[in-house]
């Protein structure tokens, strides 16, 4: 065991905190007068447009994208830009969430094109990886992911009520999607559509994926919908989508019929490390907000950072972010080398535990700053508002906490029988 | 000791929630549609004033106004509309937080117009009054008070940095508040604005408050602040406000010089009566909008209403409702009984323990609606927001507690020897 | 609605406390002297006994006897001590709480003896209450409530696995028990025990009770068990009692064949509030340590009190105490008014709310104790302990949360349809 | 970075997971038995003597001693039996928590032997160590540390009031210690003894340690003091000491004058590491006696496994025992490859999260067993009891939140610029 980053984490990790200290934060203002300018508009802002620009320059694209993949080893990612492993990313992806509007984007290493691209790497045919895959490389596109419906609890996939049905060489789309990210950018040329194929199979194999361009006849983008009063407008929104008998050739199909779900899965675990650790970036921005803070603000004759409370709640956060940080860490390794889906309990370990902390973390934040916390003027309250949404994401703590529970619950090995200590011998549950 | 209302309080209730029922549920998606249709907009739309209209029909205008005043016994109150103690008003209070956009503005009982109306009621010479109170009980004209400063710690008034300096016959304003909540609002005409008249006297002798009509030259609006994302532009905003030597008479000073400190305290009171109150009426809505919810969506081949956590989470935000609730009233009945200032302990245990329990049932509601429940669609929230924002406001929670603890250890009598086991035998600091 | 206290309130609450001061406190380490002297010992200890003397002098006997019962309103009650409300009794139980192991049971007013009293108060027959309500009220013998069995989840009444079988004029009993509280005392003569008489019957008719001597051949006290490594040997302990073909006359059954479970929920609401009340009690006294404490010890350069997580640690103790008491007298005013049943929703919300806030407050008040604080040379371990166990006495917490929440999502009629605010709409299961 | 133990760590783990398989769990009913069947004795039962014998047997003995040390790199841990480092060790430790009052005493691991053997390991002079470091290694002898002071907050090593005085060629030692554990073992041969040496010194060079044979005359063993109702007679319990006017020769101090307080220090950062690692062995022993009783235990017509409190009571243990654990191996590999000195933040921080988090762990626990999880039939109410201690245990919570906290606002490298991202860059308080 140790617990040093390697050349590689060492190299990757410097680069990029000067990319963000040169670039990126001297970026935010520009984006805030940029988008204040702009009213209406869901697309990127120049100032996105430089600072990718820049990232290429500095070779910093694409770093999410996994080694190997149906390329073979190296093959794309060295190719695109990527090559890390997970546990190399990890660090990577937590320094980008220290200015999580800005940075993630700027590397093309922003949600939802992230877990879209990784989709369409993995489960892609030639076509669709030509037609698709290579302009979300090059960060000339970008992408949306359809899953969640409004009439129904869509963290329990047998609930989607998407249909998508065969009609001769196409299949027809039906549905109401909605907080399709990114979708009200005009970029945004892709939606991949998760829907039912087949309401009659077995559980887990009633659904399919399939790629629908969003000029489609019969796609109508309705509303961008808020978040915590927050549209997002600054990186594409989150939209209600109606799919009206909407037609697109077979061809459009992702994988097989039926494998919708687990391609759902694959594409969340990564997905979760990528929020988690730009959730812990967050918290080291909230942290740094407040130790400034509480240097200089004064109230009833001492600075903020002579108050005990104010020190307990700085020195809770910091170890809520180490402990944390460990965990996501370790499930990124899992990843790499026992591979997802053995990683599923630190995945939902880690999706339950983050969000949950760096929520506290930032709402404590909150409380230092007084009401300007709550203001636009300073960036905690829509940190807050984009961690509390983390924890809706990708289904509630709660179904995650209960299929946690449940695994653990019926663990069959107790605690002095394991093998491999580093393991669990929990095998979680697809949720 | 009876628990039981008494029978003007149950006739007002009842009249106050069939109003409710009625025409004030009804209007919330007239109100957000109005506020669609005109971007830009500060002022009260339509709705608003045909809801006033309504209200004052069915005489549920002004109840929050305290019987007696400068007018003796009744008088005031009872040719304006109010006369209701303290006791009798905190359940009509409650009521109005059920729809906190439109019900207390309906009834001519939100805030901060409330608090200022008190202190005018109270402190006011006549000329004052005829000339702000008045169209204020009216519904006439709004008023914001001008106390939080973007530069200082706040919470703390002898960090109050705005000047109000004697010059001849007139008062000198001069410096920067923000957080004027209303003031975007065309109607606002009257600004209360505390500064220091006397940096040098005593802590709490410094501050004195004046009167500037809001369109006094030097007043410059800068721009209206969001708070957690929402402008709240459907009830007059949150307004920055620049004062740069701004000149009014003598005789817009409130009160006398120096009086700026305890004119404050006296008016947060009851404010934070009110504030708690309604928050407790948000959280039954939130109750009532999470039995429904889970009575409905299913996941995982059960309603949600039939899953463990769901129902530990109701009967945990039933509990607090119960347990707060009571802890206002007997707060509201010591402001009654032995006055506000023998209240301060209570008034603070209020202040802190009623927006921390509502933010919490607000934000189990919102996981039970999924992204619904962060979505503009449900008004889970923005409530919300709105109850996060008052562990803020007039103070954050942490200076109240601090200050309820020193006094609370510093208590003299033991627990055997309280005279009076209805009164806390603590005496509150002013903060 | 009024939060004074009544006449008889003042008069009995004065009185209470003049006897805790003068003579319960004083008591207390000579009773830790004389258990200290006697292991092995599981009777009252002389101090005990002149304890009961004193207060029966004082008028202070049996206060927990309400009004009315099966003699007409206020014949029981009036003849033996009682005779107050619910809502009267309340402060008085806290007071008792003060000092747990001494006042109550001075007082006659000790749990299970209380709980006993009532139930034969209102279900026994003329014969029943001679032989076992007499002496009891005289204090001449105790009693214990044999309900939990170490064999099944008890807190659900269909699982109870003792039986109680008709042969010819004797009752058969059969099982085991444990947490028999008080029965390992040598003046215990009576159990209560609760078992099934027809386990084919519906789910709350299987239940009986009967009485049994003590020394009834088949009785088996088996061992006195420790609570958090407390045996409670100075006032009876809490026994397993094994009861193997233990044979009683048919007139020994309680109520009718079938009613236990009525009779058992009967007991409980009343055993609740005391509990509670008493738990409020132990709660400041642990303030009433910790101020004391907080005042003296000196660390890091100054006294424990001022340290602001100490003052936010006291603050929100007395916040939690505050309110949770005023739920309290409002349950005792429901029942006194609506009826134990009608009260059901409230009694379940104190049962799980106030022992979970004294143990909070309890565990606080260690940390400022420091090591001391574990140790037996200060009150607050034991105490620990003690409000520990309530979380669990009568059903642990999740099981009335659940009960609770499962009524609160049921509940029919809306917020703005309550005719009686003052009264919830809940109807609570009986758990 | 690498989260797979090494060859060595696997290998010591599994033969001590057989150890405790084979030898300790199966002696836990022995020892039980043989405890109750002597009472008032204070020193080890035979079946500690057998596991001892039997610990040496199989090679598991001394192994927290860490190489090196005064003899050179493996030489007294080579010869002794130890020689693994921290993060070897750590793993080895939280295995003997999950049978924690057998497990680390026969394998010579148990507290406070451990550190005291560390002290003189690293301190003494030849003649010390062959005098007391020898026969505490082979086991032979126990040891106990007197730091803890009734009468004054010891937290703050300023406030101790033992004074150790210099006269001729001896020192004179006077003053009141307790909390000495397991000074009431009758093979408790060696007191070490902090006091003060220079009361008029810097804050930190005012103290110095000496070693005092516990049969010094003036040496007065007053009781065992009990923690939480625990007497911990099986270990040795926790003494109450007094020193009137003990002289023990110059040759007895430790280091040096004014030493005291770095070599306490010293002594408690691996005492931590232990503490923590050994209560998450005892959080899985819960987690393991939960998985059973839940699955069998019967309420309301289902397992507790299928109870939606009880799956995520489960899996928030899980997470936290899983992201704690990793931050105490990273802690001990800190200490291995940076230091005791610079890992304090991440010591302190373990010091703090750990016994918080285990303690909920075993109250949840206790709360799924019911009566049974207070009473002694089941190890949870012990365990809760020891972890509990642990929050006071060489400081309360509080005085290392505010250290951490201090030094966190402090820490002048913001997140962008720090060099060695493994590595924190606050350097902690003493404490």
């Given amino acids: 065991m140790d617990f040093a980053p390697d050349t590689t984490t060492r190299d990757i990790t410097d680069r990029v905190r000067d990319f963000l200290a040169d670039e990126v934060l001297p970026a935010e203002p520009v984006l805030a007068a940029q988008v204040a300018a702009t009213p209406g508009d869901w697309s990127f802002r120049p100032v996105v447009r430089d600072l990718q620009a820049a990232a290429r320059g500095r070779g910093l694209w694409n770093l999410f994208l996994p080694p190997g993949g149906p390329d073979g080893p190296g093959g794309l990612a060295a190719e695109r830009g990527g090559g890390l492993t997970n546990l190399q990313y990890a660090p990577v992806a937590e320094l980008t969430g220290y200015s999580p509007k800005l940075?993630?984007?700027?590397?093309?290493?922003?949600?939802?094109?992230?877990?879209?691209?990784?989709?369409?790497?993995?489960?892609?045919?030639?076509?669709?990886r030509e037609r698709w895959l290579d302009p979300l490389l090059e960060g000339e596109q970008r992408s949306a992911f359809c899953m969640t419906e409004p009439a129904v609890a869509s963290s329990d996939a047998t609930n989607i009520a998407t249909r998508i049905v065969r009609d001769g060489d196409e299949y027809v789309v039906t549905g109401r999607k909605w907080f399709a990210t990114g979708a009200m950018n005009p970029d945004c040329g892709l939606l991949v559509v998760m829907g039912k194929t087949d309401p009659g199979a077995a559980r887990h194999r009633q659904q399919s994926m399939v790629l629908v361009p969003r000029d489609t006849p019969g796609v109508t983008v309705v509303r961008g919908l808020t978040v915590l009063g927050y549209d997002d407008r600054d990186h594409g929104g989150h939209a209600e989508i109606v799919f009206d008998d909407v037609r697109v050739p077979a061809s459009a199909l992702l994988g097989g019929e039926g494998e919708g779900f687990a391609m759902a899965q694959a594409r969340l675990g990564p997905g979760r490390i990528h929020h988690c650790m730009r959730a812990l970036g967050t918290a080291e921005r909230a942290l740094d907000l407040v130790r400034e803070r509480a240097a200089d603000r004064v109230a009833f004759g001492a600075p903020l950072a002579d108050q005990g409370v104010v020190r307990e709640w700085v020195a809770t956060s910091r170890i809520e972010i180490e402990s944390?940080?460990?965990?996501?860490?370790?499930?990124?390794?899992?990843?790499?080398?026992?591979?997802?889906?053995?990683?599923?309990?630190?995945?939902?370990?880690?999706?339950?535990a983050v969000p949950r902390a760096v929520g506290q973390i930032l709402d404590r934040a909150v409380q230092v700053?007084?009401?300007?916390?709550?203001?636009?003027?300073?960036?905690?309250?829509?940190?807050?508002?984009g961690v509390r949404t983390l924890r809706l994401a990708d289904g509630p703590d709660e179904v995650h906490l209960a299929s946690l529970g449940r695994a653990e619950l019926r663990r069959r090995a107790p605690y002095l029988a394991r093998v491999a200590p580093e393991l669990s011998t929990v095998e979680g549950d697809p949720t």
Avoid at 107 to 128: I, K, R, S, V
Avoid at 324 to 352: F, H, P, S, Y
Avoid at 369 to 385: I, M, Q, T, Y
């Fill in 103 to 128: 940075a993630p984007v700027a590397m093309n290493c922003a949600a939802p094109d992230t877990g879209n691209m990784e989709l369409l790497a993995h489960f892609a045919t030639p076509q669709q």
């Fill in 369 to 385: 700053f007084g009401a300007a916390g709550v203001s636009g003027d300073h960036p905690l309250a829509e940190l807050l508002a």
């Fill in 324 to 352: 944390l940080r460990l965990l996501v860490l370790k499930t990124a390794w899992l990843m790499d080398t026992v591979g997802n889906k053995a990683a599923m309990t630190e995945i939902q370990a880690i999706k339950i």
